[in-house]
């Protein structure tokens, strides 16, 4: 392919509403991938996808988004060349998933680019709609907000993704559950969470759920299931994320604290104690690995979440799993420089 020697031609004005169409198609091409993984001799799900991909392709190219465009058209073509096999192979998807990152890659280009070119003519703009905004009524906050708002749905099949991925690694296996698929939130605020929310799923597998045998040791499925969820509360946007898998060791965490001279009082509650899990360069990984060990822990999703104005709590049982609540407020989502008011 050659699509990194293709030059974008882009209709800035036709860009908005071709970026608003992927923003509900993209989706739907992944859960169709994802269905057609589980069923591969399910011909009617290859004729959805390449329905979906054959109008996305038609929408970039009116655009001038040409470079999305001849990608999805290659991922295109490769899915009418596995309709003419009586099935395809784990490897065909996993070239699908290859072409599907590469289009979601292209696709954030394109929406940076749209973002700078929209903010620049308004720089003059930015003191005058700021203090206006302090005035904007809450249902007129809204309205504002609404271009930039997605479905959270938008991440998930980056996030199964990165379950099979590290599954595969780790020799693990792992369900994902996602809930709150549908809720909307700020572009920049879910984009800002996807390295977090990825380190978090990787940590799950690697420290939280057991190997097949030890599950089915003590009495579990041998799939691991990890859930998780977004709703909204009061002010303030949450992420839930849990497993079911050994839970943390609270002595073991605390013997590896102090052998990095950490503070870790053996008076600690079982709370203070599984906040240790944050701290700079600690691991329990017994060895090191692409996904655990490597000294970038829980400590830098720590530093992102607070980065964003939120907080992050940890509670866990042995023998049960472990659940992590991050909490954003969502004043921070609101606080849109508004490009026109009235």
């Known amino acids: 392919m050659k699509e990194d020697m293709v030059q974008d031609e882009v209709d800035e004005h036709l860009l908005p509403v071709f970026l608003e169409e992927a923003d509900d198609i993209f989706p739907q091409v992944a859960r169709l991938m994802r269905a057609w993984r589980g069923q591969p001799e399910d011909k009617t799900l290859g004729r959805s996808l390449h329905r979906s991909l054959h109008t996305l392709k038609g929408s970039a ?13 290659h991922m295109e073509e490769r899915v009418v060349q596995a309709m003419s096999q009586a099935q395809h192979e784990a490897a065909f998807m996993d070239e699908l998933e290859n072409c599907f990152t590469g289009i979601a890659n292209a ?44 479905p ?22 792992a369900l994902l559950e996602l809930g709150g698929a549908e809720v909307k939130i700020d572009r920049r605020v879910l984009g800002k969470m996807k390295a977090p929310l990825e380190h978090m799923l990787r940590n799950a597998i690697a420290h939280g759920l057991e190997d097949p045998q030890q599950r089915e040791h003590a009495g579990k499925p041998p799939t691991g299931v990890i859930r998780l969820s977004l709703y909204q509360e009061n002010n303030e ?34 709370e203070q104690a599984m906040r240790l899990v944050f701290m700079p360069g600690l691991t329990t990984a017994t060895k090191v690995t692409e996904i655990s060990g490597r000294g970038v822990g829980l400590d830098v999703v720590l530093s992102e979440i607070t980065a964003l104005g939120g907080r992050i709590e940890v509670s866990s049982k042995r023998g049960e799993g472990t659940r992590f609540i991050v909490r954003l407020p969502t004043i921070m989502a609101s606080q849109v420089l508004p490009g026109r008011v009235g």
């Open 61 to 73: 190219r009116m655009a001038g988004a040409l470079r999305v465009g001849n990608l999805t058209h």
């Open 107 to 150: 696709l954030e280009q394109l929406r940076n680019t749209s973002q700078i070119a929209v903010a620049a003519p308004r720089h003059d703009e930015a003191s005058a709609a700021l203090s206006i905004q302090t005035h904007v009524n809450p249902e007129m906050q809204q309205n504002l907000m609404s271009p930039r708002m997605v």
């Open 152 to 173: 959270f749905a938008n991440l998930s099949e980056r996030l199964y993704r990165i379950v099979r991925q590290t599954c595969k690694e780790l020799n693990k296996k």
């Open 237 to 270: 946007l949450i992420f839930e994320l849990s497993d079911d898998g050994a839970g943390i060791n609270i002595a073991h965490l605390q013997q590896k604290a102090a052998e990095l001279g950490m503070p870790a009082d053996e008076k600690m509650s079982d």
